[in-house]
């Protein structure tokens, strides 16, 4: 799944259906393959604004994952064991409307005219358009655009490598590769290994090419994630505890978050001669850099600013020597400003 310009989401879409499969070994009756499918869907009405499916324009020819391989793949006899001869694993979308489809079955990665839904180009697998001067790939995740001119185009991708019976490469890896159109010749430009002896991970992953230009890679069926300077370099590499844990795909970002409902605050005074203790915690947000308590007194009921005092993380303590009536809690973020105040309660004398 994934966001275009805020408006439109791409999904993959597995679609089974019947199948002429008997130049495969399947009659008299019609087997069944699995489609690969994208589409582009309207966020805000739900419409499909383009669709693709891999039948109308891949033959079953083109596939280097045998019917009948391994439970995973089918053998095309039923509707739940359908052959599928594509795996689409990733769909990707330039500025001129073109879309980029990574099929692991078929150890290929495609251009699609945004048009009409015809292949442009394909690189790898049994026809591809280029020419892999320097390197190969297969069973590969995560194909994305990086730069595109009418000369060159820049994709990364994670190279599996393997797809548990066949292997292409000794170590899966991040990829940024360079195709010239002017030679129909494509180059590895970098590759991203994991330290130490690698990792040969023979399903799923990702490369995310991050704003500093380094590469995080999550290597899917090996529970790790690794992040890399541009050259390669390895700065961080982590592994799930969990020997039987996966990691589909991993990704770094700012997050922000602003919860929909009001920062929670409890008061407590044991009298009304006795100190008195705020404590307050806003779930999920994320841009709380301190807490501003206001808080009235017995002889006025207006509300006035005891102390900003610097968030302490999920729950922040704040302890005033005199007693206060009633309070509220105002979040406050780095620059000072304001975020969200919450409810107003009133002291209570039972400890929460």
């Known amino acids: 799944m994934r966001v275009v310009d805020g408006k439109t989401l791409l999904i993959t879409i597995y679609q089974t259906g019947p199948y002429d499969l008997e130049a495969y070994g399947i009659y008299p009756e019609m087997g069944w393959v699995m489609d690969g499918v994208f589409q582009e869907v309207d966020i805000e009405t739900g419409e499909v604004v383009f669709e693709w499916k891999s039948l109308d324009h891949v033959p079953l020819s083109a596939t280097l994952t045998p019917l009948r391989l391994d439970a995973r793949v089918g053998d095309g006899l039923t509707k739940d064991t359908a052959w599928d001869y594509f795996h689409i694993n990733s769909v990707d979308k330039n500025p001129q409307g073109d879309y980029l489809v990574s099929a692991r079955h078929t150890s290929c990665i495609y251009k699609i005219s945004g048009t009409d839904g015809s292949i442009i180009w394909q690189l790898g697998g049994t026809q591809s358009s280029f020419q892999l001067a320097n390197y190969n790939f ?3 995740h995560d194909a994305r655009f990086r730069e595109e001119n009418e000369t060159t185009t820049v994709l990364s991708l994670f190279d599996n490598g393997s797809n548990r019976h066949q292997n292409t490469s000794s170590t899966s890896s991040g990829m940024i590769v360079s195709i010239d159109h002017s030679t129909n010749t494509s180059t590895l430009v970098r590759q991203y290994y994991a330290p130490g002896d690698g990792l040969l ?29 541009e050259d390669g370099t390895a700065i961080f590499f982590a592994t799930l505890a969990s020997p039987d844990s996966q990691n589909y795909r991993a990704f770094k970002c700012n997050w922000t978050a602003k919860p929909s409902d009001s920062p929670a605050l409890r008061a407590y005074s044991a009298s009304t001669n006795s100190p008195t203790t705020f404590w307050v915690s806003w779930n999920g947000a994320t841009d709380v850099d301190g807490w501003r308590i206001h808080a009235t007194t017995p002889a006025s009921d207006e509300f006035m600013p005891l102390d900003v005092i610097h968030s302490q993380g999920f729950q922040t303590t704040f302890v005033s020597t005199s007693y206060h009536p009633r309070s509220f809690a105002e979040g406050i973020a780095a620059d000072g400003s304001s975020l969200a105040n919450s409810s107003v309660v009133d002291t209570s004398s039972s400890l929460p």
């Open 201 to 229: 991970s023979p399903s799923q992953g990702n490369a995310q090419v991050l704003p500093n230009r380094n590469v995080l890679i999550g290597w899917g069926s090996k529970p790790s994630i690794s992040e890399h300077t």
């Open 138 to 140: 297969s069973y590969q």
